[in-house]
C-alpha cells in the first residue's frame, strides 16, 4: 500500500520524461498527457479510498535514507490534512490538460505542466524537511518557465518578480531549517532532518520566537500576505490562463499548508504568541485587498485581489488554534483552489473569444452566452460564501473558529464576505447583464463541448461540497484535533496552554 503514493508522486515526471525523449509528438502529446493525467486523479483518488479514517497519523508512509551522515531521508507520507490538497493538485491538473488548447509548443507546456504537478504533489507529502525546501524551491522553475515562455506582454518582468519575491523569502526559511537541524543535533548528538525527529524537540521560547519569524517570511510570501503580496496581481495578469489556474488553485495552498504542517506544531508558543499580529495582517489583506478588486478595470486582476482577499480568512482561521478554525481553513484552501481555479478559466474562456479582459469592453454577454452566464453565476456564488456552495462552508468555520480568540477581528474579516459580494456582482453586472456594448460581441459563442467537459465537473463540486461536506471535513478533522493535541503537549508555556484550551472548549 505504501508503494501507491510514490507512484502517485513520480507518474507524471515519469510521463514528462517520456515526452520528453521525443516519444511523443506534438500532435498526441495533449491526449497522451489526458490519459496520464486521468490515471493520476484515479491513484489519487484510491489514496482516499484506502485512507484508514480512524487513523490520525500519517499513512502511505516511506522513508529510505539518502545521506545518513547529513540525516536526509527520501521520508513521504499523509494524513487527513495533506490528502485532499494531494487530490486537488491531480484533480486541478488534469482540468487544465482538458482545458489546455491552441498553445505553441504545447508538448513543452504539458511537459512543464506534469513536472510541476509531481513537485507540489512531492511539496503536501515530504516528512523530511530537506525534500520539503526541494520540492518547495524547485516549484518555481515549472511556474516560471509557463509565465515567462507562454505570457502577457509583461511576462519577463511579472516571471522575474514572481522568482525573486519567492526565492528570496524561502532562503529565510532556509536559514530556519538548517539552525533548527543544529539545535536538534545540539540536543540529541544526532544530525536528523526527519520531521517526526523535529516534532519530539521543545524548544525555549525565545529560540521558537526567532524561528517561527523566520519560517513566516518564507511562507507568507507564498501565500501572499499583505504587504508581501505585490507580486502575485502581476504573475496572474501575466500568466497564460493554465498558469494562472495552478498558481491559485494549488501553488498559493502550499503556503497555508506550511504553516499547519510546520510553524504551528514545531512552535506552538510562537504560534500563540504572533495570533494577534498575524491576525491583523489577515484583516488587512481581506479588506484591503477586497478594496482594490473593486476598483480594478481588468477581470483577471479582480480575481487575484480576490484570491489574496479569501488567503487572510484561511490564514486566520489556520491561527485561531481551534480545531473548527483549522479545520475550516483547510476546507477553505480547497474550495479556493476550485472557485478561484474555475474563475480564472471561465476569465480565459471570454479572453479566446474577445482578446480583452478589460470589463468596460463586455455588457450583455448573457444574452448571447447563456449557458457561460450560469455557470459563471454558480461558480460566483461560490466566491462569496454563498451558503449551499462549497465556498460558504470552509469560510464560516474559519471566522466560526477565530471567533473564540477575538471577536472584533473576527467581525472585521467576517466584512469581507459583504465587499467580496460587491465586488464580484459588481463584475457579474457589467460584464454579463445591460445592453452589448461592442458589435463584435454580439457574435460570441456559448460554451463548446471541451469547455463544458472542464467546467461542468468544478459546478457540480462546489455544490456538492456545499450541501454535504463531511465525507472531507470528517477525514480533515481527526487529523486537526490530533494537531492541535500534540501542540498543547509541546507547549511549554502555561498560557498556551490555557488558550489551547479556552479555543477548544465546547460551550
Known amino acids: 500500500m505504501e508503494l501507491l ?62 545521506i545518513p551522515s547529513f540525516g536526509v531521508s527520501y521520508y513521504i507520507g499523509i494524513d487527513g490534512i495533506s490528502l485532499f490538497l494531494v487530490i486537488l493538485s491531480a484533480f486541478m491538473t488534469l482540468i487544465c490538460v482538458i482545458f489546455i488548447h491552441n498553445v505553441e509548443n504545447i508538448k513543452n507546456f504539458l511537459i512543464a505542466l506534469l513536472f510541476l504537478e509531481s513537485i507540489m504533489i512531492g511539496v503536501f507529502i515530504s516528512l523530511d524537511m530537506i525534500l520539503f525546501y526541494l520540492f518547495w524551491e524547485f516549484s518555481l522553475v515549472p511556474m516560471l518557465y509557463i509565465i515567462g515562455a507562454w505570457g502577457s506582454e509583461r511576462k519577463i518582468y511579472a516571471s522575474v518578480k514572481f522568482f525573486l519575491y519567492t526565492f528570496s523569502a524561502s532562503l529565510v526559511m532556509l536559514f530556519g531549517i538548517l539552525y533548527f537541524a543544529y539545535l536538534y543535533y545540539s540536543a540529541t548528538g544526532i544530525l536528523s532532518f526527519n520531521l517526526m525527529d523535529w516534532y519530539m524537540l521543545q524548544l525555549d521560547f525565545d529560540i521558537q520566537r526567532w524561528l517561527f519569524v523566520a519560517f513566516f517570511i518564507g511562507i507568507a510570501v507564498k501565500i501572499p500576505m499583505f504587504p508581501l503580496h505585490t507580486w502575485l496581481p502581476y504573475a496572474h495578469g501575466q500568466a ?155 469560510e464560516f468555520l ?60 468544478l459546478v457540480l463540486i462546489v455544490i456538492w461540497l456545499g450541501i454535504y461536506p463531511k465525507p472531507i471535513l470528517d477525514r480533515i478533522d481527526l487529523s486537526v484535533k490530533n494537531l492541535v493535541s500534540f501542540m498543547y503537549e509541546k507547549s511549554i508555556l502555561n498560557e498556551s496552554k490555557e488558550f489551547l484550551i479556552k479555543v477548544n472548549r465546547r460551550d
Not at 36 to 50: D, G, K
Not at 335 to 346: D, N, P
Request: charged share 10%; aromatic share 12%; glycine share 8%.
Open 5 to 66: 503514493l510514490n507512484i502517485v508522486l513520480f507518474l507524471p515526471i515519469l510521463a514528462a520524461l517520456f515526452m520528453f525523449s521525443r516519444r511523443v509528438d506534438n500532435n498526441f502529446a495533449k491526449p497522451f498527457v489526458v490519459a496520464v493525467s486521468i490515471f493520476e486523479l484515479c491513484l489519487a483518488l484510491c489514496l482516499w479510498l484506502l485512507f484508514d479514517d480512524g487513523n490520525a497519523g500519517f499513512q502511505f508512509v516511506t522513508q529510505i535514507s539518502l
Open 240 to 394: 497564460p490562463t493554465v498558469g494562472s489556474i495552478i498558481l491559485a488553485a494549488i501553488l498559493l495552498k502550499m503556503g497555508s499548508y506550511a504553516f499547519i504542517r510546520f510553524s504551528l506544531p514545531l512552535f506552538p508558543d510562537a504560534s500563540i504568541y504572533f495570533i494577534i499580529p498575524i491576525a491583523i495582517l489577515c484583516v488587512i489583506m481581506v479588506i484591503y485587498t477586497a478594496m482594490i478588486a473593486f476598483a480594478q478595470d481588468d477581470m483577471k486582476q479582480v480575481i487575484a485581489y480576490s484570491s489574496i482577499s479569501h488567503m487572510g480568512v484561511i490564514v486566520l482561521g489556520t491561527f485561531s488554534l481551534s480545531a473548527e478554525g483549522v479545520s475550516g481553513s483547510i476546507f477553505f484552501m480547497l474550495s479556493h483552489g476550485i472557485v478561484s481555479g474555475a474563475l480564472f478559466m471561465m476569465v480565459g474562456m471570454l479572453y479566446d473569444r474577445t482578446h480583452t479582459k478589460i470589463i468596460a469592453e463586455y455588457g450583455g454577454i448573457a444574452k448571447v452566452m447563456p449557458k457561460f452566464t450560469l455557470i459563471f453565476a454558480i461558480i460566483l456564488m461560490g466566491s462569496v460564501g454563498l451558503p449551499l456552495t462549497m465556498g460558504f462552508v470552509g
Open 398 to 457: 474559519s471566522l466560526l473558529g477565530f471567533f473564540k480568540v477575538n471577536i472584533i477581528l473576527t467581525i472585521l474579516a467576517g466584512s469581507g464576505i459583504i465587499l467580496g459580494a460587491v465586488y464580484m456582482l459588481h463584475l457579474f453586472r457589467n460584464v454579463f447583464l445591460g445592453e452589448i456594448k461592442i458589435g463584435r460581441n454580439l457574435e460570441l459563442k456559448d460554451i463548446d463541448v471541451r469547455e463544458k467537459i472542464s467546467l461542468i465537473p
